[in-house]
């Protein structure tokens, strides 16, 4: 695979917080250095049906996360805050989890908030190869990326599913403490959609081999959002995309939050 000169960890500006950090020194606004952490690598059977499918898919959990969402189900994993020593950094190790799961039947491999350690991630699928194995690569983020880093992945990534979380930016600082989150996530989306397009391409199992598919978890009392970023999404980009609505919102008993927003959508 070529050189990646853009993705640097001397100064890294791989996310839209360019902190500037030498990772290999030191830690940056996401607290991770140069070597991966990896909270998890479990086949999930949960997605959405392409890309499950009936044996589930390889997913790759990154710790910590470039965005601090209040209302993360994955919050043990994802707050920069937090540690844990069974936490994987070593690559091989990694790939070895990895690997026992696509010898079950699994071809396809997801990285799960891969923004902030797209570095690691290339290390990890490159070894994959290396081991004669060529998955499909399932880049699953938050929506906050970096379009020139995007760019790198071109012919790294057979399908992104990105969430789009907020067209209101408001909303975003108050749940994410991100000020610019609509306009970066957009941006991040028209590029995806510049190297996959609106269309999706299965396989003979009817699982995703390459595309794009756009996830939006509907939030308490912002049905009025939801409704203009799809309308943004149809107006601005294509309105022949797959959407991916989610009505998974269950925040952390101990979260601050007014008892309106403690609820379901359901509720």
Request: charged content about 20%; aromatic content about 10%.
């Amino acid at each position: 695979m070529e050189k990646h000169s853009l993705l640097n960890l001397s100064n890294c500006k791989i996310c839209p917080h360019e902190c500037g950090t030498n990772r290999y020194k030191s830690k940056g606004y996401c607290k991770v250095g140069h070597l991966p952490l990896v909270a998890s690598v479990f086949a999930h059977k949960g997605e959405e049906p392409v890309i499950s499918g009936v044996n589930g898919i390889c997913n790759v959990f990154f710790a910590h996360c470039n965005l601090q969402c209040v209302f993360c189900q994955n919050y043990q994993i994802s707050k920069n805050s937090t540690s844990n020593p069974g936490w994987m950094s070593n690559k091989h190790q990694i790939v070895d989890e990895i690997i026992k799961i696509l010898d079950n039947d699994i071809n396809i491999v997801g990285f799960v908030s891969p923004s902030h350690q797209v570095v690691q991630m290339i290390e990890i699928i490159n070894e994959i190869n290396k081991k004669g194995y060529n998955p499909t690569i399932v880049y699953n983020s938050n929506g906050y990326d970096k379009v020139e880093t995007l760019k790198e992945l071109e012919n790294v990534v057979d399908v992104y599913l990105p969430d789009l979380k907020y067209y209101n930016n408001q909303i975003a600082f108050r749940y994410s403490r991100i000020k610019n989150y609509f306009e970066v996530a957009t941006m991040a989306i028209k590029e995806m959609y510049r190297q996959k397009g609106a269309s999706i391409v299965l396989n003979d199992k009817n699982l995703i081999e390459f595309g794009l598919i756009i996830r939006h978890l509907v939030l308490p009392n912002h049905a009025d959002d939801s409704i203009n970023l799809l309308k943004f999404l149809a107006n601005n980009i294509s309105n022949r995309l797959y959407i991916s609505l989610m009505s998974q919102y269950y925040p952390p008993k101990d979260l601050l939050l007014p008892n309106e927003e403690r609820k379901s959508i359901y509720q």
